[in-house]
């Protein structure tokens, strides 16, 4: 069993990894598996800051008994609710019968319905602090980030920022739980990726959280998953990324979305992508509904500020993983996107319609008119994809000139 690891003096990671399960929420490939991460501070009073899913609970309570023997914890600082860090408070209540429990009013509400916890609760006020003896905690509530009762807490004497499940990623801890002691960049995507399907929806409380912690010095942060961020690794990219991605920003690029059944739309794709491509675009990204997993669309959308989608009329709607793309999109909230559409039908189309709606509800700047096939493919329809295609280049070049 890994013995606890001192990320820094008095603080302990206690977290475990998962690389058994195949979706995170039943629905988000885990290729490269997910760690839970929980900490230990060790002061006069210890304080335990979040556990762990309760399929990893035997590992965890052997990391922790290691380090401390038979001395009790004094604090569960519960920064999130849900199950994959809450999961183990049951089974923590019945081996520290005498454990103080610390959350705001959301958070009691849940422990009781989750867990039928309703003794030795502490109810903390945004910005109070709870002394454990050298050391301050303070506690910033950041509700919606991404659950209601979402919270961080701030070792003052240590600038450390416990974060809950924000600056989280995908990815298990590979040995070293520090940023500076991995090569980080395997986590990139899958931060972003991690970002985009979990938190996603919530840009604008999230810009709230960053805005109400701008003024506090952190030197590390330590997430509910995958690495620890420090000031001699990459926390000042991680915190920016954060910073664009919930305000939608997104880097100069395209990405092209279609579902096709017998090739028709999928050969639209392929010559917009190479018209965007003849006009200088270099960061291109095809996705085909039917073999690409929504999250990693879902990524690339957040990741680029140009997006085309494309979709056959079927029964009189888009194709149904399109309609299940643009509705991601829509629960997401995504904004500021360049936009283009195409799609095809046989007799009656829907899917011009259908995706001029979602770009004005998206309220997406719409770069070109739409491209529209009729059975199959004819030169005139070329014409209009390079145009699309073309439009699209120079919208992103533009930017780029600025
Ligand atoms: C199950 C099914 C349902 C379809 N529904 C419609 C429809 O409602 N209206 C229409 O005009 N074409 C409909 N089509 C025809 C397709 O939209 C058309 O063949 C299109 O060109 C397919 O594009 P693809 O070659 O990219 O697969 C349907 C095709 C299938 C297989």
Not at 61 to 88: C, Q, W
Not at 174 to 181: A, K
Not at 333 to 341: A, D, E, I, S, T
Request: negative net charge.
């Amino acid at each position: 069993m890994c013995k606890p690891l001192e990320i820094e003096k008095d603080i302990f990671y206690v977290g475990v990894n998962d690389r058994t399960k195949h979706l995170f929420e039943s629905l988000w490939p885990l290729p490269n598996g997910v760690s839970y991460n929980s900490y230990l501070i060790v002061d006069e009073k210890v304080a335990l800051i979040d556990t762990v899913d309760i399929c990893y609970s035997d590992v965890f309570f052997r990391k922790i008994t290691s380090l401390l023997g038979d001395r009790p914890i004094d604090y569960l600082v519960v920064n999130h609710m849900e199950p994959d860090h809450s999961g183990s408070i049951g089974l923590l209540v019945n081996k520290y019968p005498d454990i103080s429990i610390v959350g705001n009013k959301r958070t009691i509400e849940m422990l009781k319905g989750y867990y039928g916890v309703t003794n030795n609760l502490v109810e903390i006020l945004d910005l109070d602090t709870l002394n454990l003896g050298k050391y301050n905690l303070k506690f910033y509530l950041t509700p919606m980030v991404h659950w209601p009762e979402t919270m961080m807490t701030y070792l003052q004497e240590m600038n450390t920022l416990f974060s809950g499940d924000a600056f989280g990623t995908f990815g298990a801890i590979d040995g070293g739980v520090l940023d500076s002691q991995t090569r980080i960049e395997k986590y990139w995507d899958e931060m972003i990726r991690y970002y985009s399907n979990i938190v996603g929806k919530f840009g604008s409380p999230v810009q709230t959280a960053l805005k109400k912690l701008s003024g506090v010095e952190i030197d590390m942060i330590c997430s509910t998953h995958g690495p620890v961020w420090t000031k001699n690794g990459r926390i000042n990219e991680v915190i920016s990324l954060y910073d664009k991605l919930s305000k939608y920003d997104a880097d100069s690029g395209l990405v092209i979305v279609y579902g096709s059944m017998y090739g028709n739309t999928a050969e639209l794709a392929d010559t917009i992508a190479v018209s965007a491509s003849q006009n200088g675009v270099k960061d291109i990204v095809i996705h085909n509904v039917s073999k690409s997993h929504e999250s990693d669309i879902i990524r690339d959308v957040f990741k680029y500020k140009g997006l085309i989608i494309g979709s056959p009329t079927y029964n009189n709607k888009l194709y149904p993983a399109v309609e299940s793309v643009v509705t991601s999109l829509q629960n997401r909230n995504l904004k500021n996107r360049y936009f283009g559409y195409f799609g095809g039908f046989s007799w009656s189309d829907a899917s011009e319609r259908l995706l001029k709606s979602f770009a004005e509800e998206m309220n997406f700047e719409v770069v070109a008119s739409p491209v529209v096939i009729k059975q199959g493919m004819l030169d005139e329809v070329y014409e209009k994809a390079n145009n699309l295609g073309m439009m699209m280049a120079k919208k992103l070049n533009s930017d780029n000139s600025k």
